[in-house]
T-cell receptor
Framework: GAVVSQHPSWVICKSGTSVKIECRSL??????MFWYRQFPKQSLMLMAT?????????EQGVEKDKFLINHASLTLSTLTVTSAHPEDSSFYIC??????????????FGPGTRLLVL | RKEVEQDPGPFNVPEGATVAFNCTYS??????FFWYRQDCRKEPKLLMS???SGNEDGRFTAQLNRASQYISLLIRDSKLSDSATYLC??????????FGAGTRLFVKA
């Protein structure tokens, strides 16, 4: 089946540092990638949607200067949490949309990245 | 009002029981509906799509009621391995996906 990978899976960092998370579609080309955030016992919240080669579209309340998204190719998107603070600690999940052997475009999720900011 | 609402549970059921979850959505223009399963500290995984005519996959049956704007998931003959959080997912045009907060299910031996 289609695979989406994320790296790193775990990050612990000091407040004020920037953290970069990579999301890759391993066996298909992702026309669109999505970044979600999930706090404990809460639902996944869409942060932004990005299409390859264009600027990301951010959801209301998500600071684009704090969460930098780069979708450089059809298989790679990166999320950079700039100047991370403890309140940014969360589970970040990327998702990629594409045709992965099926007849319809489907959304596939990465395994997630746990960020803990001290 | 939340765009997608679910009873958070938890539902505690014995093995072999039948359990049903409901989910309501507010956007009447929603086009696609899904149930995802999320295990603790893992990413969501697609359980099944939900079609207007209703669909079944083994022990799982999903139904959609567009008039009342709700979808349901029925699990028959519950297994211990069914313990997870079940997410109701609604998609409007353009692949904008809205997740419900999830319903937790615990299946006991």
């Amino acid at each position: 089946g289609a695979v989406v990978s994320q790296h790193p899976s775990w990050v612990i960092c000091k407040s004020g540092t920037s953290v970069k998370i990579e999301c890759r579609s391993l066996d298909f080309q992702a026309t669109t990638m999505f970044w979600y955030r999930q706090f404990p016992k809460q639902s996944l919240m869409l942060m932004a949607t990005s299409n390859e080669g264009s600027k990301a579209t951010y959801e209301q309340g998500v600071e684009k200067d704090k969460f930098l998204i780069n979708h450089a190719s059809l298989t790679l998107s990166t999320l950079t949490v700039t100047s991370a603070h403890p309140e940014d600690s969360s589970f970040y999940i990327c998702s990629a949309k594409g045709l992965a052997g099926g007849a319809e475009e489907t959304q596939y999720f990465g395994p997630g990245t746990r960020l803990l900011v001290l | 009002r939340k765009e997608v609402e679910q009873d958070p549970g938890p539902f505690n059921v014995p093995e072999g029981a039948t359990v049903a979850f409901n989910c309501t959505y507010s956007n009447s223009a929603s086009q696609s509906f899904f149930w995802y399963r999320q295990d603790c500290r893992k990413e969501p995984k697609l359980l099944m799509s939900v079609y207007s005519s209703g669909n079944e996959d083994g022990r799982f049956t999903a139904q959609l009621n567009r008039a009342s704007q709700y979808i349901s998931l029925l699990i028959r003959d519950s297994k211990l391995s069914d313990s997870a959080t079940y997410l109701c997912v609604v998609r409007a045009g353009g692949f904008k996906t809205i997740f419900g907060a999830g319903t937790r299910l615990f299946v006991k031996a």
